[in-house]
């Protein structure tokens, strides 16, 4: 008995490592044409258009439109014939703690929070794993880009924005505006007795005290770094926050309830951020109060359960359509790891209540990308990124969706993935 432990560390192990990376080669850079020839062209600003030909080049979309040639000096050009596919601009995953997470209950596979509640300085590259098993399995299903984001409470970090078949973190990062994560304090579940309901608000209430005093001394060293008080010495923390007040960057609040939402908006008043809700269950009840900050929301819960137990049981599928009814520009995110691959269907959901096949499509394309600050994603158009992919159906339908293909900026990816080869595995048993 006394050798089981050091047996089940050593199998422990052997998973971890086993499951923390991918065997697949990432693509080289473009160095051929990728002339994709006949497809229906879901453009998302430009609307559907059938028969069409896109051309990409050097890792740009340089043509959209009918009967497109390649030069005829590029002898190694890829031309594909996509009579009868779709071609989408590739999807957008916000809000994952995708290459953080591997293995949730294998704690040394687990980086996506750091100690402590007030972490502006913590960037969620420094952790990032681009071999992690599971980006190719969320790729298979037309994702290109990912919004990796800190967990943890208060204000956790700052995210970034990466392409999903990468050899490093270097290669993987793409330029978007800073991203700071605060996660607002909330009560999870109200105790029923009386004296345990007082000590939450009251804990409730002083994490709230203790964020809005932590957000007023770092506006107070901009205000110091404005002046340039020779007085003023570096803080890590509040270096870090300092495009924030600037308004090169954007707060990323998770917040959820009326009351919560409410508090975020009167933080941004005070100190003029630059707004996104992350989560908004209740955004579409403060529609005034958002558009008067510009504010976008992230929403996550379209394939969750109402919040609730007095609400309508499909009220989270509709929340997209109430947003879009009162004029709140969002996007649609999904809250996980390797869960984070329902994203489309989580837009297909949407537009089955209430909103339009070319709204869903957008909310993850390219209202995703504008939310994050990047002008060249989201979208087939001459001059946006070369990232699509061919599918024979709707890409929103996992009845009838299957990817063929997958380009990110011109680089055709393996789709090969763990998920595939289990498949074949168990075909031959």
Do not use: C
Request: hydrophobic share 40%; charged share 20%; proline share 5%.
């Amino acid at each position: 008995m006394k050798h089981l432990p050091t047996t089940l560390l050593l199998s422990t192990l052997a998973v971890t490592l086993s499951a923390q990376a991918h065997n697949l080669v990432p693509a080289a850079k473009q160095t051929q044409s990728v002339l994709i020839k006949n497809a229906t062209v879901h453009t998302v600003s430009q609307g559907t258009l059938t028969n069409t030909d896109v051309l990409i080049e050097q890792g740009k979309i340089s043509a959209i439109g009918p009967q497109l040639s390649v030069n005829d000096a590029d002898s190694q050009a890829q031309i594909i014939d996509a009579t009868g596919k779709h071609l989408y601009p590739g999807l957008i995953a916000l809000d994952t703690s995708l290459g953080l997470v591997e293995i949730e209950m294998v704690r040394p596979t687990v980086d996506n929070a750091e100690v402590g509640d007030f972490n502006p300085q913590i960037s969620a590259a420094t952790a990032y794993n681009p071999d992690s098993e599971l980006l190719p399995t969320i790729r298979y299903n037309g994702i290109t880009h990912a919004q990796i984001v800190p967990s943890g409470d208060g204000l956790a970090g700052q995210s970034v924005v990466v392409d999903l078949d990468a050899w490093t973190i270097e290669d993987a990062l793409q330029p978007s505006e800073g991203q700071f994560h605060v996660y607002w304090p909330q009560i999870k579940r109200m105790p029923e007795d009386e004296k345990e309901k007082a000590k939450a608000i009251e804990k409730n209430q002083q994490a709230i005290a203790t964020l809005t005093t932590a957000f007023e001394d770092g506006y107070r060293y901009f205000l110091s770094h404005q002046a340039k008080d020779s007085a003023n010495t570096a803080n890590l923390r509040w270096q870090a926050m300092l495009p924030l007040y600037q308004g090169k960057a954007t707060l990323f609040a998770h917040a959820d309830s009326v009351s919560q939402i409410e508090q975020v908006i009167a933080l941004t008043k005070k100190y003029q951020f630059k707004l996104v809700i992350v989560g908004g269950y209740d955004a579409w009840r403060l529609a005034s109060s958002l558009r008067e900050v510009n504010a976008s929301v992230i929403y996550p819960h379209t394939l969750s359960l109402p919040k609730r137990k007095d609400e309508p049981v499909d009220l989270p599928f509709k929340i997209p359509s109430l947003l879009a009814s009162a004029g709140i520009p969002y996007a649609l995110g999904f809250s996980s790891d390797w869960n984070s691959r329902n994203l489309p269907y989580a837009a297909g959901y949407s537009a089955a209540y209430g909103v339009t096949p070319e709204q869903a499509l957008k909310s993850v394309t390219l209202d995703a990308a504008k939310l994050l600050g990047i002008t060249d994603l989201g979208a087939i158009a001459v001059g946006y990124q070369g990232s699509v992919v061919l599918s024979d159906g709707d890409i929103l339908d996992p009845m009838s969706n299957k990817i063929d293909a997958i380009w990110i900026e011109g680089r055709q990816i393996d789709l090969n993935n763990r998920h595939q080869q289990l498949y074949q595995k168990y075909l031959k048993r």
